[in-house]
């Protein structure tokens, strides 16, 4: 049950990991998208 415990274990890390490299990587994304959209020549200004 020991080497199961740590298979689990190694296999949740791998997966948040995983989560965590995805949320930031959209999180990165969406502070660009925010970025681009508050410069005064951007077009979504009005729409915002």
């Known amino acids: 049950s020991n080497i199961l415990?740590?298979?689990?274990?190694?296999?949740w890390?791998?997966?948040?990991k995983v989560v965590f490299l995805t949320n930031l990587?959209?999180?990165?994304?969406?502070i660009n998208f925010k970025i681009i959209n508050s410069s005064p020549t951007s077009p979504f200004v009005n729409i915002l």
């Open 5 to 11: 415990f740590a298979l689990g274990m190694a296999y």
């Open 25 to 30: 990587q959209s999180v990165t994304i969406l």
């Open 13 to 16: 890390k791998c997966v948040m």
